[in-house]
């Protein structure tokens, strides 16, 4: 009987021990997943208090990009207009066209004449000649206008003072060392790459006037 | 008999023991399927703290997006300086 008693209390006390830790148990858990759901609430209110800046913000900078924006060309034309006035703009000089060089290098390659082609012609020696010939004689009337006189050295050749025009036997005039190209409008002072390759149209007493004339260097040598 | 009780009472009380702690046990196996699942609740909720808390250091940099808004303001006053001033030398040049 006492045995019986005493087991009956002890299994009451062991239902009521068991349940009470684990409710203790239970409830730390609850308390603890609380706190953390609580700083998950203030983390939450935070982002909706940043949150309410990006809307407003983005638009207000939206707007004012968009102001600069356009008012940048504006400021542009401005600028632009005020760089055309204070720019130098020099007038150019009106370039001649040297009618009766090209026309005469033209036909001297119509011929086959190379000022330079020391090669005997098919007719013999009277090729050089012949094409000296057709080198000194005006083609047309306007070509006659605009070549120098008759004599050792024109007064002034196709573009003006400090020109000269090529001469018969394809030498260098004096006084004239550079060699210009009219369809490249390139000129080529002596030792230079290209200065021996080069085929004169046109002579030229300095760089400068070669310039003056509308001529450039080669772009490797500029 | 045995102390006074018949010996029916007494295996009947005999059985109501077992049963007493059959509960016992049963209601501990029961308590520890609880307290695993508030763990796992526990689990997932510090997970989720943990993220807002990294979510709000990041949205904090938009308080920068007010002060940007202010310095596309003051360019777009200095441009309109510019803009004046070109304005009144574009004339005199």
Redesign the interface.
Known sequence: ??T?VV??VI??V??IA??AI?LY??GV??S??AD??D??NE??K??VG??K??GP??E??NR??K??AS??P??YG??E??VA??SPNPERPSVAVPASGTRRSRMMRAVGYRPDDSAPQPSGGGGTAVAQLVAEAPATTEEAETEAPAGPAPAEGPYGAGSHAVLADGGQPDGFPIKGNMDSMLYHVPGSSFYARAVAEVWFASPKVAETAGFQLPPSQR | MVDGLPAAEVSLWWMTLGIGFLVVLVVILLLSFLVAFVKIIDREVVKVRDTLRTITGNTANTTLIPQTAGGVDAVLAEGLQHHLFLGRVVGKV
């Open positions: 009987m006492t019986l087991l009956t299994a009451i062991a239902l068991v349940l684990f148990w239970v858990l609850l603890r997943i953390n759901l700083d998950a983390s939450v935070s982002i940043h949150a800046l990006i913000g983005v207000h900078i004012s990009g102001v600069v008012a940048l504006l400021l401005f600028a207009q005020i006035k204070v």
